[in-house]
């Protein structure tokens, strides 16, 4: 018996994502009215967050970042604020830590500030669920292999968040992102849906213990000297290299 030679062209092959019939025909369309109807029955509580929002934190009301989607592709994700515009003498912001106060902690302990998502969805730049979207400076610092989690729509919930969000490591994190995309399905997204509800009610797994909010992964590696302050300096510039395009190719 003849075997194929692993030649490049049959391992990159490999690599690439199949998807399925659910993924294919139904998830899109389930995605588009799930948010949909969210965006209709959560317009009061979001009407409420956006006038406490203007009132705690001031204009804009909306955070808007730009982050990796499918296949890689930039998109702006909406967020409702949850930090203020503190500066020191010297103009600079604040850190993180010093602008985000008891509503921006509040906002995010209930995951409210994640509701505009659902626009993102409705656009279809977004999924229900899938892996969340992270930042470009995250992205660049990835393997071949962790990347592959941008094959899919990134998610307004996923697996690893259900499993421990920020309570759990980078390479978990992206393990189980992973894991989700092997293996997608209508029941397994209704359970990551409820398994998320569970979670947001409980108010668990919120932030990694002794930080704010969750530490970039060039950050984390560059701390746990798994990369130099050279590549770490090299990867940055790569990510905002992306940035730059991205605006030059949108926004003309």
Known sequence: MNRKPKT????????QHSYNIYEKYIKRSLDFI??????????????IV???????????????????????????????????????KNGNLLPDEKRLGNFGKSLRATSLDELPELFNILKGEMSIVGPRPLLVEDMVFMTAKQRRRYKVRQGLTGLAQVMGRNNITWEQKILYDLAYIDKISLMGDIKIILKTVKKVVGRSDIVREGTISDVDFGDYLLQKNIISKEIYLKKQKIAKKLIKTYYANNYK
């Open 34 to 47: 799930c948010a949909l109807i969210a965006i209709l029955f959560l317009s009061p509580v979001m009407l």
């Open 50 to 88: 956006a006038i406490l929002v203007r009132i705690k934190l001031g204009s804009p009301i909306i955070f808007t970042q730009e982050r990796p989607g499918r296949n890689e592709k930039i998109f702006k994700m909406y967020k409702f604020r949850s930090m203020s515009d503190a500066r020191d």
């Open 8 to 15: 490049k062209a049959n391992q990159n092959r490999k690599k």
